[in-house]
């Protein structure tokens, strides 16, 4: 149980492009799903948090006008990178909590996606 | 603020031998603390979770965490290593509050056949 799957798992886009990557929760419902960025042989970012049917909350530093977010249901999140710039590549995992964000609750990461901006 | 850290960058064991991986954090009331193990190009797993109760918790793969509040620690191991469990490991802990997770910069395991 609580699998979480990420689509696709790898996109090359070009500079400017947009890039849709979505997050799915496969067997359970979340209400709070997150949003993370990893550089290579770093850490994982939180960028944001993402509540189902309200507005996502975005971490300092992050551009929330460039990495649209949207939680149009219980199990799927979306993150767009709009006009993407080859700083924008790195390997984005989301995460979705049962117990949303109401609760401390164990999150669930899906296999992430690798984004390359030529 | 609460921070996690994990003090060994890479550590490189032999097949067959123990392994001990550390995890410190800063934080003012009980830890909620987590491992994590992510493969090349994949995601993170969950391999075990301290929320309350018993210090000592197991987890999948054999690996166990021992919660040491006097010591701010929460360090990971495993009796035998395998040559699968070369990977990186990550620790977390819950941000009071937020509940959102702060990592630490994790820990690369490489293991020598």
């Known amino acids: 149980g609580a699998v979480v799957s990420q689509h696709p798992s790898r996109v090359i886009c070009k500079s400017g492009t947009s890039v849709k990557i979505e997050c799915r929760s496969l067997d359970f419902q979340a209400t709070t799903m997150f949003w993370y960025r990893q550089f290579p042989k770093q850490s994982l970012m939180l960028m944001a948090t993402s509540n189902e049917g309200s507005k996502a909350t975005y971490e300092q530093g992050v551009e929330k006008d460039k990495f649209l977010i949207n939680h149009a249901s219980l199990t799927l999140s979306t993150l767009t990178v709009t006009s993407a710039h080859p700083e924008d590549s790195s390997f984005y995992i989301c995460?979705?909590?049962?117990?949303?964000?109401?609760?401390?609750?164990?999150?669930?990461f899906g296999p992430g996606t690798r984004l390359t901006v030529l | 603020a609460q921070s996690v850290t994990q003090p060994d960058i890479h550590i490189t064991v032999s097949e067959g031998a123990s392994l001990e991986l550390r995890c410190n954090y800063s934080?003012?009331?009980?830890?909620?603390l987590f491992w994590y193990v992510q493969s090349p190009g994949q995601g993170l797993q969950l391999l075990l979770k301290y929320f309350s109760g018993d210090t000592l918790v197991q987890g999948i793969k054999g690996f166990e965490a021992e919660f040491k509040r006097s010591q701010s620690s929460f360090n990971l191991r495993k009796p035998s290593v395998h040559w699968s469990d070369a990977a990186e490991y990550f620790c977390?802990?819950?941000?009071?509050?937020?509940?959102?997770?702060?990592f630490g910069t994790g820990t690369r395991l490489k293991v020598l056949a």
């Open positions: 977390a802990v819950v941000s009071s509050g937020t509940y959102k997770y702060i």
């Open positions: 934080y003012g009331a009980t830890p909620y």
């Open positions: 995460s979705a909590s049962p117990g949303g964000h109401t609760r401390i609750d164990t999150q669930y």
